[in-house]
């Protein structure tokens, strides 16, 4: 199983990003979905995360500026960074917990990585 992430950059502050993230390989099902995020000297931590539901949990630092998003067809989520502040500035993570068989157990799957800089 694979994680791409992809929509990475530097980006001025106020100004928008789109992140995706596509799961690959041999998957049965995929639980929940997430984006976290891991700036220097600070440790990793959630960012957002949606459900196959869609139900939709949200650090408080970016709530009504992000929105996460998920096409089950496509294994794939997306996040939608609006208003973006140099705070902002980290490493996101995709994260995936999937099974990948009808008999296997939910693991957790992570990407390599997308370097966001918000900076002017």
């Known amino acids: 199983v694979q994680l791409q992430a992809s929509g990475g950059g530097l980006v001025q502050p106020g100004g928008s990003l789109r992140l995706s993230c ?9 639980n929940d979905m997430g984006w976290y995020r891991q700036a220097p000297g600070k440790q990793r931590e959630l960012v957002a995360a949606i459900t196959s539901g869609g139900s939709t949990n949200y650090a408080d630092s970016v709530k009504g500026r992000f929105t996460i998003s998920r096409d089950n067809d496509k294994n794939t989520v997306y996040l939608q960074m609006n208003s973006l502040k140099p705070e902002d500035t980290a490493i996101y993570y995709c994260n995936a917990v999937l099974r990948q068989t009808i008999l296997s157990r939910n693991m957790d799957y992570w990407g390599k990585g997308t370097q966001v800089t918000v900076s002017s």
């Open 22 to 30: 596509a799961a690959s390989g041999s998957i049965f099902s995929i």
